[in-house]
């Protein structure tokens, strides 16, 4: 399913976190005192990037930026873990996405995203990059940036016979064909709902929704089930993976740690279930850790993490 030793091709978005620590979650109209305050680069698509390549990954990111103070940390923190920045454009007249992130005492959180520059990301600066992803093991993609460009890196995935591997957030309805051209998609319980009208609250209902977009085309399906763990799905059988057992500090970047790991897992060599379990691991680690790129682990860490 994927040319091993290859790059990983991420195409999708780039934030900057705006976040705020409080001990608890607002309710609507009502104003709380922070504990504290950090601007950190985040966005789905950046997070996923950074995180492969934290591991050792060459990463080649595909994305949009304003041309402001956000863009530019951003690109620091991009080239300082060595991603390969070659496709990504700044552009006049709008700010880089932006998110609003309130996280309280036990690791929950809001996210407001603002999409600015990630919306202006078009199937034609995919086409752009089609050599690196015809020489890619694995294309990511997200659903922060136009769905018309994520359904051309598909298209160009397939064509190329490159794994195109989907994390459908934020949650939205999708298109049969587009799913049609799914390798892998990594929904949340939240996410699987939306996707197939199934209220995913054990395995037993995850097992349904599998089944759903197993039938729609898509080759694997994982679905992350909170504190009951994952369930890994193919049209081979079924399987819960329980989760790693860590004190949480902040889920932000949790799902975004799991897909770029997981991507990663694959493009050298490791079979699906092993990248699945390895994948936990990256994302039982980042919980534990302020922040969403701030958080990802190094292979060396996650190693020793697994050793114990």
């Given amino acids: 399913m994927s040319k091993q030793g290859k790059a990983i091709v991420v195409i999708g978005s780039s934030n900057m976190d705006l976040v705020a620590k409080t001990p608890r979650i607002p309710v609507a109209g ?12 985040g966005g789905k698509g950046a997070n996923q990037a950074v995180a492969a390549a934290k591991l050792g990954a060459e990463v080649v990111f595909v994305a949009k930026l304003g041309k402001d103070v956000f ?11 060595n991603i390969n920045t070659k496709h990504i454009e700044q552009i006049d007249g709008v700010p880089s996405g932006t998110a609003i992130i309130a996280v309280d005492d036990n690791g929950q959180n809001i996210i407001i995203v603002i999409p600015g ?14 050599s690196d992803i015809a020489n890619a093991a694995v294309v ?12 051309q890196a598909a298209r160009i995935a397939n064509k190329n016979n490159v794994t195109f591997i989907l994390d459908p957030a ?3 309805e999708l298109s049969d064909e587009l799913l049609s051209r799914v390798d892998i998609i990594k929904p949340n319980e939240t996410e699987a709902e939306i996707l197939t009208g199934i209220k995913v609250i054990d395995e037993a209902s995850a097992a349904k929704a599998a089944d759903a977009l197993l039938s729609k085309g898509v080759e694997t399906v994982i ?30 970047a949790a799902g975004d740690a799991f897909t770029g790991s997981l991507a990663y897992g694959l493009a050298n060599g490791r ?10 691991a990256v994302a039982a680690i980042s919980v534990t850790r302020l922040g969403a790129q701030s958080s990802m682990p190094t292979k060396e860490e996650v190693d020793a993490f697994i050793a114990k």
Avoid: H
């Fill in 223 to 252: 679905i992350t089930l909170g504190e009951k763990g994952l369930m890994l799905a193919t049209k081979d059988g079924k399987e819960m993976i329980a989760n790693n057992k860590v004190e949480a500090v902040d889920s932000t």
């Fill in 71 to 81: 863009a530019s940390k951003s690109l620091e923190n991009f080239k300082s873990v």
């Fill in 140 to 151: 990511l993609c997200q659903l922060e940036v136009p769905i018309a460009t994520v359904e």
């Fill in 30 to 41: 009502e104003t709380l005192t922070g504990t504290d305050f950090f601007m950190l680069p």
């Fill in 117 to 130: 520059a990630n919306g202006k990301l078009m199937p034609s600066d995919v086409d752009k990059a089609e």
């Fill in 271 to 280: 079979s699906l279930k092993d990248a699945t379990i390895y994948a936990n």
């Fill in 170 to 172: 934020p949650a939205r």
